[in-house]
């Protein structure tokens, strides 16, 4: 039994990162890249320099994950492949979240917090997608994590390295500069514990680099015309949902992780510890909901950060449950919720199944028809799918395959602006998933 405990022991670093692999592999290329994957795929094809120069130019926002993404695009564009990047990032994310949480409050403490993170439904989409995010979470508590190093190593090689990973924080997605305010504030609070000798020059270093790069970025957002809307209450309670995983367990834990680390300081001392995980639960929220009055945002998506700091907080406060009954309890709460999860996300039928709509225009084109794909930028997600169809902007020809992406009570509205009847009349419908319609649109008497 001693052996088993001490094996058991050993391995619980690595049962975060191997559940975050296995979920990340799970299904992988089963669903069909939706619109926004196709565009980020499309984006990334060319020249590593023109990729780069057209990120910059049109969506700094996701210049840091285009210039992961591009190499692997050049060499395999595959749905497995890209989005094998989020995979691996969920991987770093687990890992790193051991890592802090190990330094924040023991190894089982670190433990709990990466199987917490990789089993979450809110993150879950994000680690299996084409999805500049992904990248910001990994990076997020990444760098956390080496600044953690760094105040307990306090020497110059290791805030050098800290540096380096908060100044590229931003390049990975604008919302991961949240984690360089956390560290920012635990610095404030910690300043009698930590060397501000090394840590002020090093935490100015990322301060200087992300403003510049945060500026451009919302000089960039401020016109975007991506379908963004103004910032409503529904989703920051959608994105906070992502956060805590859509699991109450993980919430009320977080809030018990919190108590736990705030009674653990002692005349201000360890306080940093607090403030940075609280910081980087909440401060993301802090920056959509300020951002959300001048810019277009989508909270639903990048509130999703936040749920490093949530299982960070549920991983200490599960194993601080004095009582080994409650303990355990939650922790088969949080257990429950993830394997539900995943077994939802099998059965679950894609809503947009580009790869069947376009399997389907494919069988009824003829050289003489043309093709619609609405909106305008859904057209990226029909292309990767069918490469060899032309699409045009209105209908011509003997037939129109209009292909609608939305709900399919809008479809025929949308399809009629483009194919101008009496002109054209509609022949056939169908669907594939539940928010993607494929139409036949013919001239009557061809």
Known sequence: MTRLTAVTDRALPYVGPALALLVGLVGLGRRSLDVDEAAIVAAAHGSFTDVLERAFSDDPARAGYLAVLQPLVSWNDAEEWVRLPSVIAAVVAAVATYRLGRRLAGRHAGAAASIVLATSL????????????????AAMVLSSALFARAVDRGNAVWWAVYAVSAALLPLTH?????????????????RREIDLRLALPAAAVAVVESGFFLTATVIDRADAQDGAGPLE?????????????????????????????????????????????????????????????????????????????FALAAGIGMVAIPDRTLRLGAA???????????????????????????????????????????????????????????????????????????????????????????????????????????????????
């Open 332 to 446: 088969a709460g949080v257990a429950a919720v993830a394997v539900a999860t995943l077994v939802v996300g099998a059965v679950r039928e894609d809503p947009e199944d580009w790869r069947a709509a376009a399997a389907l225009v494919r069988r009824q084109h003829t050289p003489s028809d043309t093709i619609v794909v609405l909106p305008e930028r859904a057209r990226f997600a029909f292309v990767y799918y069918a490469p060899e169809l032309r699409v045009g902007r209105v209908g011509r020809g003997d037939a129109v395959s209009v292909v609608v992406a939305g709900a399919p009570g809008d479809a025929t509205a949308a399809a009629r602006a483009v194919v101008s009847p009496p002109r054209y009349a509609l022949l056939s419908q169908d669907t594939s998933g539940s928010r993607l319609v494929v139409q036949r649109w013919v001239r009557p008497g061809a």
């Open 233 to 309: 209450l529904g989703d920051i309670a959608v994105g906070l949902g992502h956060a805590v995983g859509w699991n109450a367990v993980v919430a009320a834990l977080s809030v018990w992780g919190m108590v736990v680390l705030i009674r653990r300081t002692s005349g201000g001392e360890g306080l940093w510890k607090p403030v940075l995980v609280g910081c980087l639960a909440l401060v993301p929220l802090v920056a959509v909901l300020a951002a959300g009055v001048a810019l277009p945002v989508y909270p639903r998506a990048a509130l999703a950060v936040s749920a490093g700091g």
């Open 174 to 190: 604008p919302i991961a500069a949240t984690a360089l305010v956390a560290q920012l504030a635990a610095i404030a609070v910690g």
């Open 122 to 137: 809110g993150v879950m989409g994000v680690f299996r997608a084409v999805e500049p995010l992904a990248l910001a979470l």
